[in-house]
């Protein structure tokens, strides 16, 4: 069996496609960068994180845009006769006033790895874009048309436009063609794909909250008209039928499935195995309850589905209902194809990182900016060196090397030499959810004790708050930093030869790092990690022997 979620943690709004007897899932990755992470797998329970599209900060400008802004809800497709991987995607510029400023762009690669061509903007008329190679060689790109006008349904309708791949441009104006299988209003998420003679949009409906679902519709022509089907929503977390088309509020927490441990499953893709099975991706979440928070962010599930007599997609076990367990394929139940580690975890990601090695870990991520750019591996062989930049709240350019969050029962340790200079200088351990939302234990020069100490700064929903009851003074030696999070406690610890830990300020609520706590951010997930600020010359470093994130990847308890 395959073990929801396949993808935990920080992984939203997949996109899956296959090139012969390989998988390659894409999700949204938002203000972090390296950009779009892709995951490879060859019998879709075990998956490694193989590349990301987005490795150049010239390919995408991030600084200054908040949190949740950035790269959206990505499409992955194989253009066969071409031999063209196609990733397309939108950069979310501003949400301001919900005026949802959105450029979409088209690249294209030859190999999965790369590398990409320079991309080629689309247009700006709303997002999740996402394109279909037809059989003809025509090529059509559909997304959410975002509605803004007084007196409209909002947030929209799904729109339609041919893309010319020798012009490099779309061909006219955006064609409104479907406004839902559901009355839970909300669509977005479009993917338009050809079976025989119907073309077929599934789409994601009732908001990316919980009452978030996967609805169909299919036509004759690209252009439509469309039918839906009639059993939408095929896919969900919360069954029960509702008009929400006059609320496009995409949380809807009331709709909070209590029989369900995986929430808000809608955005889907699907894909047909050589042997004819059909498997869809999915976004969804698991909430700590009663809050309904979902620390881990948006996660990527996966679903046995079968197509009817009558040609619409159904969940091969008869419900609508997202499932925790799924039938393996049974093309590869037999096949040695990668080392069975069971699914809900990437394997290749290693639990922990000595950083010996020449390139920094692909698993790493920074916000808005490559890690590449503050880090160095060579300086110290067997260290990474970070140099320190801005305050961690800036949109700009920070110094934060982190990983995502897949359990809310781990352990994250590591060495630490640093020697800060002046008040401005610090450098530590970090849980992170965006810049208005972390706590962080660090080293920094207390000029009231008048050498280094540690203490923990918090920062909840913009409010600032150094425990200074924490400040504890330390020598210039190594130091050993941990973060320990046990469901919803969540605290910092250090020790001064690597075995005996002592606990350092109050225990955080872990479930407050959220998309439903969180005021300024929504769409992401938690991250941990290491950072280090030099707000002066932005030319101090700290050095790290190790990172170590030891998970349990089991099902976190929801009554915790």
């Given at each position: 069996?395959?073990?929801?979620?396949?993808?935990?943690?920080?992984n939203?709004?997949?996109c899956?496609?296959?090139?012969?007897?390989?998988?390659?899932l894409?999700v949204?990755?938002?203000?972090w960068m390296?950009?779009?992470?892709?995951?490879?797998?060859?019998?879709?329970?075990n998956?490694?994180?193989c590349t990301?599209?987005?490795?150049d900060?010239?390919?995408?400008?991030?600084?200054?845009?908040p949190s949740?802004?950035?790269?959206?809800?990505p499409c992955?497709?194989?253009?066969?006769?071409?031999?063209?991987?196609?990733?397309?995607?939108?950069?979310m510029?501003?949400?301001n006033a919900?005026?949802?400023?959105v450029?979409?762009?088209?690249?294209?690669?030859r190999d999965?790895?790369?590398?990409?061509?320079?991309?080629?903007y689309l247009?700006?008329?709303?997002?999740?874009?996402?394109?279909?190679h037809?059989?003809?060689?025509r090529?059509?790109?559909?997304c959410?048309?975002?509605e803004?006008r007084e007196?409209?349904?909002?947030?929209?309708?799904?729109?339609?436009?041919?893309?010319?791949?020798?012009?490099?441009?779309?061909?006219?104006?955006?064609?409104?063609i479907w406004r839902g299988?559901?009355?839970?209003?909300?669509?977005?998420?479009?993917?338009?794909?050809?079976?025989?003679?119907?073309?077929?949009?599934?789409?994601?409906e009732?908001?990316?909250?919980?009452n978030?679902c996967v609805t169909?519709?299919r036509?004759?022509?690209?252009?439509?008209?469309?039918?839906g089907d009639?059993?939408?929503p095929?896919?969900?977390?919360?069954?029960a039928?509702s008009?929400?088309?006059a609320?496009?509020?995409h949380?809807k927490?009331?709709?909070?499935?209590?029989?369900?441990?995986?929430?808000?499953?809608?955005?889907?893709?699907?894909?047909?195995?050589?042997?004819?099975?059909?498997y869809?991706v999915?976004?969804?979440?698991r909430?700590f309850?009663?809050?309904l928070?979902c620390?881990?962010?948006?996660e990527t599930?996966?679903?046995?589905?079968?197509?009817?007599?009558?040609?619409?997609?159904?969940?091969?076990d008869?419900?609508?209902?997202?499932?925790?367990?799924?039938?393996e394929p049974?093309?590869?139940?037999?096949a040695k194809?990668l080392?069975?580690?069971?699914?809900?975890?990437?394997?290749?990601?290693?639990?922990?990182?000595?950083?010996d090695a020449?390139?920094?870990?692909?698993?790493?991520?920074?916000?808005?900016?490559m890690?590449?750019?503050f880090?160095?591996?060579?300086s110290?062989?067997g260290?990474?060196?970070?140099?320190?930049?801005?305050?961690?709240?800036?949109?700009?350019?920070?110094s934060?090397l982190?990983?995502?969050?897949?359990?809310?029962?781990?352990?994250?340790t590591?060495?630490?030499?640093?020697?800060?200079?002046?008040?401005?200088?610090?450098?530590g351990?970090?849980?992170?959810y965006?810049?208005m939302?972390?706590?962080?234990?660090?080293?920094?020069?207390?000029?009231?004790?008048g050498?280094s100490?540690?203490?923990?700064?918090?920062l909840?929903?913009?409010?600032r708050?150094?425990?200074?009851?924490?400040?504890?003074?330390?020598?210039?030696g190594?130091?050993w930093l941990?973060?320990t999070i046990?469901?919803r406690?969540?605290?910092?610890?250090?020790?001064?030869?690597g075995?005996?830990?002592?606990a350092?300020?109050e225990?955080?609520?872990?479930s407050r790092?959220?998309?439903e706590?969180?005021?300024?951010?929504?769409?992401?997930?938690?991250?941990?990690?290491?950072?280090v600020s030099?707000?002066?010359?932005?030319?101090?470093?700290?050095?790290f022997?190790y990172?170590?994130?030891?998970?349990?990847?089991?099902e976190?308890?929801?009554n915790?």
């Open positions: 069996m395959i073990h929801n979620p396949i993808l935990p943690g920080f939203p709004d997949p899956i496609c296959r090139r012969g007897d390989d998988y390659y894409i949204s990755s938002f203000e390296p950009g779009l992470p892709i995951y490879h797998s060859r019998d879709l329970k998956w490694s994180l990301h599209v987005l490795t900060e010239s390919q995408a400008d991030l600084k200054k845009l949740a802004k950035g790269i959206w809800a992955l497709t194989w253009s066969e006769s071409e031999g063209l991987f196609y990733v397309v995607y939108g950069v510029n501003s949400m919900r005026y949802f400023d450029d979409n762009y088209l690249i294209t690669a999965i790895q790369g590398p990409w061509s320079e991309p080629v247009h700006s008329s709303g997002f999740d874009a996402s394109i279909l037809d059989t003809d060689g090529k059509y790109v559909v959410l048309d975002w803004t007196g409209y349904e909002k947030p929209g309708a799904i729109c339609i436009a041919e893309y010319d791949p020798v012009k490099k441009q779309i061909l006219g104006y955006p064609k409104r299988g559901t009355d839970r209003g909300c669509i977005e998420a479009p993917h338009l794909t050809r079976r025989g003679g119907w073309y077929y949009l599934m789409c994601a009732g908001g990316t909250g919980y978030h169909m519709a036509a004759k022509d690209p252009f439509g008209p469309y039918e009639p059993e939408n095929i896919l969900t977390s919360q069954p039928v008009d929400e088309r609320d496009w509020d949380l927490p009331r709709y909070y499935n209590p029989s369900s441990l995986l929430q808000k499953s809608g955005h889907g893709s699907y894909v047909e195995l050589p042997d004819g099975e059909v869809m999915h976004l969804t979440a909430p309850v009663p809050e928070r620390t881990l962010g948006r599930a996966i679903e046995k589905m079968v197509w009817t007599e009558d040609g619409w997609l159904r969940m091969a008869g419900g609508r209902l997202a499932q925790t367990e799924v039938p049974e093309l590869y139940q037999d194809l080392p069975r580690l069971g699914s809900g975890s990437v394997i290749n990601i290693p639990d922990r990182d000595d950083f020449e390139e920094l870990g692909s698993f790493y991520y920074a916000p808005r900016i890690p590449q750019s880090t160095d591996l060579t110290r062989p260290w990474i060196r970070i140099r320190g930049q801005e305050s961690r709240t800036s949109l700009n350019r920070v934060l982190a990983r995502k969050l897949t359990s809310v029962h781990c352990r994250i590591t060495k630490m030499e640093f020697t800060p200079k002046v008040h401005q200088h610090s450098a351990l970090i849980l992170y965006d810049n939302n972390y706590v962080n234990l660090r080293k920094y020069y207390s000029e009231t004790l050498q100490a540690l203490s923990v700064v918090s909840e929903n913009g409010v708050t150094e425990c200074e009851d924490t400040r504890t003074p330390v020598g210039e190594p130091i941990r973060l046990d469901g406690s969540t605290r910092f610890f250090y020790s001064l030869d075995e005996t830990y002592t350092i300020g225990t955080f609520d872990t790092f959220s998309d706590y969180c005021s300024y951010g929504e769409f992401t997930g938690t991250m941990a990690g290491l950072t030099d707000r002066v010359f932005h030319r101090e470093t700290a050095d022997d990172f170590e994130m030891i998970c349990d990847e089991s976190p308890d929801p915790l």
